[in-house]
């Protein structure tokens, strides 16, 4: 799952990674300009599911955590 720290999405997070744990490997939020609530949003999810939440501040963070984690495959 991908958001960012503008929006008020945690609790849409959270749901929705306590209903299907197994399918969701991780929650990246987009850090924008407010990184305090960035972090706030990753310790809410982090603290009330098993699915971790990753700040990043690219695509390319997704893509090195997502091959780093094996949730992605080099081809």
């Known amino acids: 799952m991908l958001g960012d720290s503008a929006e008020k999405d945690a ?3 959270i749901e929705v990674a ?4 197994k399918q969701i490997k991780a929650i990246y939020i ?4 407010n990184t305090k ?3 706030r949003i990753k310790k ?3 603290k009330n599911t098993a699915v971790p939440a990753i700040l990043i501040h690219s695509s ?3 893509h090195d955590h997502g091959l780093e ?4 495959y080099k081809k």
């Open 60 to 62: 390319q963070d997704i």
């Open 37 to 39: 609530n960035a972090k």
């Open 44 to 46: 809410l999810i982090n």
């Open 69 to 72: 984690n094996g949730i992605f």
């Open 11 to 13: 609790d849409f997070y």
């Open 30 to 33: 987009r850090k924008t300009r």
């Open 18 to 21: 306590k209903k299907f744990p």
